[in-house]
């Protein structure tokens, strides 16, 4: 028997014996996971410590091996020993999160510190494609990338069999990559995984006896971004070095998108939430086991392309990215994320102009009320600037003078923006229906006219024979706020000087 077969099928035999075992420990000693009706979807308690059998059957399964191995033809022990402190490690930081709920930044500590051991036992980014980097700046992206990969697995274990399910998939175009580039190493870090996670997977299967719990979707995701790693040194030509991300693409794209959402609606990117892909798919209607099922088809699709994308030149390999990328973009489409569909409403490039436009009239007028010696003057700078903004009605009251240009004939189909600027001081602006979606030039408008014409207000009324300009830090009070008021909304923030 080869060393590869010896391996996966050690690993499955002994996690088809730890896992009920464990998990019969785990009920008796009440270490489970209860449902909490929010983000949690299981409806009864469950153990959560399936990531003890996985890692007890990884390791295990060398053991084994070492007993029938008498020639010496496990080169991946070294590795794996070499490796064995680090996934350790993970795996305790992951035990420590389900019993003890660590912060993310303890969590974060934890895994950088696990990935800086993944590059001293030599799991490194040294190339990317044939081009050799500096090491520090390896390491750095080693660290990154591990750490990526074991949150990525923890975020996207949120249905039964989901994670395991990917990393089973994942683990076998490892096995299948070392395999193409005759690294036996990677052969024999991938089968022993895939072992375990098939005799683990009928447990952890919709309804679930068993959750990998933080420990095993986080020591999953490590141990397979060290796989990745070493896969994509194999990789010569530079196309080639995607397909570790893609055969990861599935966990790591909705990782991607979580974080995304959450920087979109100013929420921290540490608060879990319902919404991750597989939420979005249940809240659509499927069941639990039809969204699981339909996962493992993507997952495959990925695996599928990543091996294709291997061994296929690099145009063929840039049409398959390509293809995969849009098959992506689609996938993302039919989730209906609100929070995409208004930042892409915000980068068409109309909304990108009209914010230009916007921003220069209102700093323009800005400029030309600071400069006015009367009221007419404020009125013509006023009037200008909410012309050329699309405003169907102005009317100014400063210092005594009324002021009115326009008249919207399609009173109905507008709506009235007041700005007062003392008791009988006030700026009135008529906005039509198309300026209704505009409603941040046009609160920053408001902000501007009422900052900078409340101080031109108290200069006109005090002194009425001669034109003057208000003092120094009057002036400079107002511009601050004002300016403060515009930099506040993207569209009309000034750059600042280096």
């Known amino acids: 028997m080869s060393p590869a077969i010896l391996l996966a099928v050690s690993a499955l035999v002994l996690s088809i014996l730890f896992t009920p075992v ?15 009706n929010h983000r949690k979807i299981h409806t009864q308690s469950c153990p959560r410590l399936g990531g003890v059998p996985v890692l007890l059957a990884f390791a ?5 091996a070492l007993l ?21 490690l993970v795996f305790v930081t992951g035990m420590a999160d389900d019993f003890l709920g660590l912060t993310p930044k303890q969590k974060l500590v934890g895994q ?6 993944a590059c001293v036992a030599g799991v490194r980014i040294t190339t990317i494609g044939s081009v050799a980097i500096d090491p520090v ?22 249905l039964d069999g989901l994670a395991g399910g990917l990393a089973l998939l994942a683990s076998i175009s490892v096995i299948i990559a070392g395999i193409v580039y005759n690294d036996y190493s990677l052969v024999l870090l991938g089968a022993p995984l895939a072992g375990a996670l098939l005799g683990f997977l009928p447990f952890n299967s919709y309804p679930a006896s068993v959750f ?4 095993g979707s986080l020591w999953l995701g490590f141990l397979l971004g060290c796989c990745t790693v070493m896969w994509s040194q194999n990789a010569a030509q530079g196309v080639a070095i995607a397909a570790p991300v893609i055969a990861l693409s599935i966990p790591l794209l909705d990782t991607t998108l979580a974080i995304l959402r959450r920087f979109l609606r100013g929420q921290p990117i540490s608060v879990a939430d319902r919404n991750h892909m597989h ?30 994308v291997s061994v296929v030149d690099h145009t063929r390999g840039m049409a398959m990215i390509a293809f995969f990328g849009v098959s992506a973009c689609v996938l ?52 200008n600037a909410c012309r050329e903004m699309g405003f169907g009605e102005i009317a100014l009251k400063i210092g005594g003078r009324s002021f009115r240009d326009g008249a919207d004939p399609l009173r109905a189909r507008r709506w009235t923006v007041n700005v007062p600027l003392s008791d009988s001081d006030y700026v009135r602006l008529a906005c039509p229906q198309e300026l209704v979606s505009e409603q941040a030039p046009i609160a920053a408008l408001a902000d501007m006219l009422r900052q900078t014409l409340v101080a031109k207000t108290t200069e006109l009324r005090t002194n009425s024979d001669r034109p003057a300009r208000p003092s120094p830090k009057v002036r400079r009070a107002a511009a601050t706020d004002a300016t403060a008021a515009l930099d506040s909304i993207p569209e009309f923030r000034a750059p600042r000087a280096c």
């Open 112 to 117: 950088f510190t696990a990935a800086a051991l």
């Open 60 to 64: 295990g399964s060398f053991g084994v």
């Open 332 to 383: 993302i489409g039919r989730l209906n994320y609100e929070e995409f569909r208004h930042a892409a409403q915000w980068l068409r490039l109309d909304r990108l102009r009209s914010g230009v436009k916007f921003g220069l009239c209102i700093r323009t007028c800005q400029d030309s009320l600071w400069s006015a010696s009367s009221a007419e003057e404020c009125w013509q700078a006023v009037r």
């Open 279 to 308: 939420h979005r798919m249940l809240r659509r209607g499927f069941s639990q086991r039809r969204v699981v099922m339909q996962f493992y088809v993507y997952g495959g699709i990925a695996a599928a392309v990543a091996l294709i």
């Open 22 to 36: 464990l998990r019969a420990v785990a009920v008796r000693r009440r270490w489970v996971d209860q449902p909490d």
């Open 68 to 88: 029938f191995d008498t020639g010496g033809a496990l080169p991946a022990t070294s590795l794996a020993a070499r490796l064995l402190p680090a996934m350790l």
């Open 137 to 158: 700046f390896g390491s750095l992206l080693t660290a990154v990338w591990l750490v990526a990969c074991s949150n990525a697995f923890n975020l996207i274990d949120g």
């Open 212 to 215: 990998l719990g933080d420990c």
